[in-house]
């Protein structure tokens, strides 16, 4: 029986491993997971609930940068979200280190479940957001 548990990892490939290290540890003050050697071209960073992998790499171009519209974006991973207590004082922090993808937006479930997020990206392009849930008692 397949018993998968939760997401341990995930990887981004690179050009520049400093600049992505500089960005999720300095900018986002996220920790490493493992120490840092720059020379091996490659980190661990601490997301809470996952490590995400840092690795080099030279082959091709990077994908094309996303929108925060998923019907104007090919198929594929779109982003990953951190979780905020308060989305104002999260894109006050973030306000001029970051490049915003958009405004913020506000989402709202029929279940009255509802959602505050900005996105933005990381010096890569890859799309991140932010995000403040407000989840039904239900």
Partial sequence: MLNLKRIDNMDILTKDVHALVDFY??????PFHLPYEAVEEWAAID????TL???KSEAGEHA????AVNADNA???DSFAFEVDDLDEAEAH?????EWV????????????????????DPDGNMLYITEPHPTDA
């Fill in 25 to 30: 540890h300095g900018t986002l003050g996220l």
């Fill in 47 to 50: 997301f809470g609930n996952l």
């Fill in 53 to 55: 992998y840092i690795f």
């Fill in 64 to 67: 094309p940068r996303r929108t």
């Fill in 75 to 77: 198929p594929g991973i």
């Fill in 94 to 98: 973030l306000d001029g280190k970051v």
């Fill in 102 to 121: 958009d405004a913020r937006i506000e989402w709202k479930h029929p279940s009255g479940t509802w959602y505050r997020y900005r996105p933005f990206f």
